[in-house]
Structures are given as structure tokens and as C-alpha cells.
């Protein structure tokens, strides 16, 4: 059996689907493949329900310190009842892609596809059934999945990947995480919040290494203060399951060994591209550190197939991938529209307690690409709105272009602040300068004064610090 369509996706994770509703509103015959459920890992076993959970532990949290507004509360969990409230919602939204595939007419073939030539495809259905498709164009969309050490595997019973994380039917009393990046941090809070002895390590020397180094200092105290037992410069060497529990040997910078027995442990040390059984070999089509090189319009060196989010290598962001979708679509349509992404306008977001939200360069990015920087920082604990709902720890900093007023970088941690970096994107977006983030008014009281206040220290005009 063979179909032929103008455009085809494989994955239909946040950049697929979106790809795919593009592609049909613009007027192509559309198809999606997808081995799995609809929505991919991020809705499934990412973003959405990994939020869900923190969501449950935060007010676990909240809770427990109501007696600072009068109400008394143990802030009990019940994890089983947690984890069943985030299957619910992926299972919602997995739902909804496919009401939108139904809506946009576009066609959803289930099995796991193979680019079995230029333009062609080969899916293979859970039953073996091979359909043959044709298309113009083919965007992968495949994702992306857990990396694992040499000597570290995931085992699904003693050492977990994200799904057995998102998903347990126990709460580990100890708990080792293996990484210290945005999923590292978050299963590291998420665990702490609910009551388990939490000890996170990173081989590179502090934890969220993508992120401003005080926004990273600050996190590291946070997590600090509240137990989190946090090792940086540390290479696991071994992680052992036995009777007694996981043993994990580890080792410093400086060579010394240590050894933590603990009852389960959470690899978290980044991604690999889903590029294998693809058939990208066969037609040739370039692949570097696991990952499919393209243009900046998403196209691979094979004429009529493309890639777009994890796949297509950082950063690894579901927002990326659905901004790479629609320009990759738009490209394909002749769209005058059409624009590259710019990466330095993606804003990183970590859902931890307490949030970190980012965008544009880092302090030593900035000053390392031989930029003259002003530097602005509002503390939280001198904004009104986080000392009445008791979060007034965090801070805001901004980073300009002495010369010009470019805004070159936004850092934020705080309470909400994953909601609020999209208010510093934008500027970034427009060419906003520091006068015209001066100007703006800022409604009171909010948490996002603080951003107005970190610009206005930039230039020594601070009111309220």
C-alpha cells in the first residue's frame, strides 16, 4: 500500500504536531507518524506532567508553612493520588492533539518510519504492516532521549530514568540524582519537597552550568538551606544495586573517593537525538554528536528532509521546537514571513522551588564577546508583592551594552519568574533598549516590578533599593 502526501511528520512531540497544523493551514496534504501516543515525550513524559507533579509539591510546601498566614496544615501527600493528577493531564492534552489533527484534516498514521529514499518513507505498524509514503517534503521531529553513563544504567527499579521518576509507586527515603542541569534540579526539588533525603551531584564545577553563575550560586544555597546535599566537580564512577540499596561511588576534582549508599537514583545527564533506524544513512544525510545538522531553516543536506527540535541538537526546549516547526513550514511555503531563529532569544526555564527563568547572555558571555556591560539587580526581598505572599527570595538582573542600551541578558529567580521572562524575550525581540524598559510602567504591586527596578539599577535610578 502506498499514500502520498505534500508534506510528511515524523514525532509528533511539540514541534511535529505543531509542524503539521502549520503545514495543513497553509494548504498541504499532511500526514503525521507516530509510533507512540500523540504529544511525544515532552506532553507525555516531560514538560506537562513533570509541572504537574512540582505543582503538588509546591503546595505540599505551601502547606506546611500556612501557619505564617494563620492555617494550620500538615501538608500531607498522597503520592499515588499526585501521580494519577499528571497521567490525567497528559492524557488530556494527548487527547486534544488529536482533536486538532481531526480538525486540520490532517492524516495520523501509527508505526515508526524509516526514510527509505529521497522523498519516500517506510512505516512500519505495530502489527508489521508496511505502508510505503510519498512526499515532497519530510520534517523528522523525532525528539530526543535520556543519555546514559558507561557505568550507569537505567534499570527502571533502582536507577530511574524520567519516567520511572515521574511515575513511582514509593517515595525513596534517599535519593541520589546523577546531574545537575534544569531536569536534574527539578526531580531534585520535587523529591526534596516531598520528603525524601535528596543528594544531587554535577561533574562540571556548579549546578545548572547553562545558566548566569549567581543565578546558579543562589540555587545552590537555596538548595542548600533546605537540605539538599549538592556535589560539584564529581564524577560517578559506579552506581551498584544490592541488598541494602544502590551503592554509588563517586569521585572530587582533587581524586578523593566517596561512597553513598542510597535507595534509588535518577540519571539525569542530558539527551540523545532519536536518529537511529531512521535510514539517515542511507540517503546520506549528515549527523554530528548524535544529533541531525541543519540549516538554519531546518534543512538537512538531503534535498526535500528536514529537522527540527531535539533532534536537530540544542537547546533542548519544547518552545524551540515549535518555533523551528512553524519557520521550517513557513520556508517551505514561500512564506515571505519566514525568519531563522535567533538562539540567543530562547528563554531557558527550570521549574524548580525556586524557579530560574533566563534569556540572552550570561554575564561572562557577555563580557567574554569583549561587551561593555552595566549590570542591574533588584532582590526580591525589597518587592512588596513577594513579602506578602512569603516568596521574597530571589532576584532579578539585567545585563545592557554600555554603548548602545542593547539589552544583552535577562536572569531572574524567584517565585513565577517562568512567567515573567517572556516580558524581557519580547524586549530582546523588538531591539528594546534600556530607555524604553525605563519608560515602561510596571503595575503595582506585582512581582514583575522587580524587573523594572533590576533596569532602573542598571542605571543607577533604583527607587526601591
Not at 517572556?422 to 512581582?447: C, I, K, N, W, Y
Request: charged share 20%; aromatic share 4%.
Amino acid at each position: 500500500m502506498k499514500q502520498t502526501f505534500d508534506l510528511v511528520v515524523v514525532g509528533s512531540g511539540p514541534g511535529g504536531y505543531i509542524a503539521a497544523v502549520r503545514a495543513a493551514q497553509l494548504g498541504f496534504k499532511t500526514a503525521l507518524i507516530e509510533k507512540d501516543r500523540l504529544g511525544g515525550v515532552c506532553l507525555n513524559w516531560g514538560c506537562i506532567p513533570t509541572k504537574a507533579l512540582l505543582r503538588g509539591a509546591e503546595l505540599a510546601h505551601n502547606l506546611r508553612h500556612a501557619a505564617t498566614f494563620g492555617i494550620q496544615c500538615d501538608g500531607a501527600v498522597d503520592l499515588e493520588q499526585l501521580v494519577k493528577h499528571s497521567r490525567t493531564v497528559a492524557g488530556k492534552l494527548s487527547g486534544g492533539i488529536g482533536y486538532l489533527m481531526k480538525k486540520n484534516g490532517i492524516t495520523v498514521i501509527e508505526g515508526s518510519a524509516r526514510v527509505s529514499g529521497k522523498c519516500q518513507l517506510a512505516v512500519t505498524a505495530g502489527d508489521g504492516t508496511l505502508t510505503d509514503i510519498a512526499a515532497d517534503h519530510i520534517v523528522l521531529a523525532t525528539g530526543a532521549h535520556a543519555r546514559e553513563l558507561p557505568t550507569v544504567r537505567i534499570d527502571g527499579e533502582h536507577i530511574w530514568g524520567a519516567r520511572e521518576a515521574m511515575t513511582p509507586t514509593h517515595l525513596p527515603r534517599r535519593l541520589l540524582i546523577i546531574g545537575a542541569g534544569a531536569i536534574g534540579v527539578e526531580f531534585a526539588s520535587l523529591y526534596s519537597d516531598l520528603g525524601s533525603e535528596v543528594t544531587l551531584v554535577e561533574a562540571l564545577p556548579r549546578i545548572l552550568p547553562a545558566e548566569d553563575a549567581d543565578s546558579a550560586a543562589f540555587v545552590h544555597r537555596e538548595f542548600s538551606r533546605r537540605g539538599i546535599t549538592i556535589h560539584t566537580d564529581a564524577r560517578v564512577e559506579s552506581a551498584s544495586p544490592g541488598s541494602e540499596g544502590v551503592e554509588v561511588r563517586f569521585r572530587h576534582a582533587d581524586e578523593r573517593a566517596e561512597t553513598l549508599t542510597v535507595d534509588r537514583v535518577i540519571l539525569a545527564v542530558g539527551v540523545a537525538g532519536n536518529v537511529d533506524n531512521l535510514g539517515l544513512e542511507d540517503v546520506g544525510a549528515h549527523i554530528e554528536r548524535g544529533f541531525i545538522v541543519t540549516d538554519e531553516w531546518c534543512r538537512t543536506n538531503v534535498v526535500g528532509l528536514y529537522a527540527i527540535g531535539d533532534v536537530a541538537g540544542p537547546p533542548w526546549l519544547a518552545h524551540k521546537a515549535s518555533h523551528e516547526a512553524v519557520l521550517c513550514v513557513e520556508k517551505i511555503a514561500g512564506l515571505d514571513s519566514a525568519h531563522p531563529l535567533d538562539a540567543d532569544n530562547i528563554p531557558g526555564c527550570t521549574y524548580s522551588r525556586p524557579q530560574v527563568a533566563s534569556v540572552g547572555l550570561t554575564e561572562t558571555e557577555a563580557k567574554a564577546g569583549g561587551r561593555a556591560v552595566k549590570v542591574g539587580r533588584f532582590d526580591l526581598g525589597a518587592n512588596g508583592k513577594a513579602l506578602a505572599i512569603d516568596e521574597a527570595s530571589g532576584f532579578v538582573k539585567t545585563l545592557f551594552d554600555s554603548a548602545t542600551g542593547e539589552l544583552l541578558g535577562a536572569h531572574m529567580v524567584g517565585p513565577e519568574v517562568t512567567e515573567q521572562i517572556q516580558g524581557f524575550a519580547l524586549a530582546r525581540s523588538m531591539e528594546a533598549t534600556e530607555a524604553d524598559l525605563m519608560r515602561a510602567v510596571f503595575p503595582h504591586p506585582t512581582l514583575s516590578e522587580a524587573m523594572h527596578e533590576s533596569v532602573l539599577d542598571a542605571y543607577d535610578s533604583a527607587l526601591n533599593q
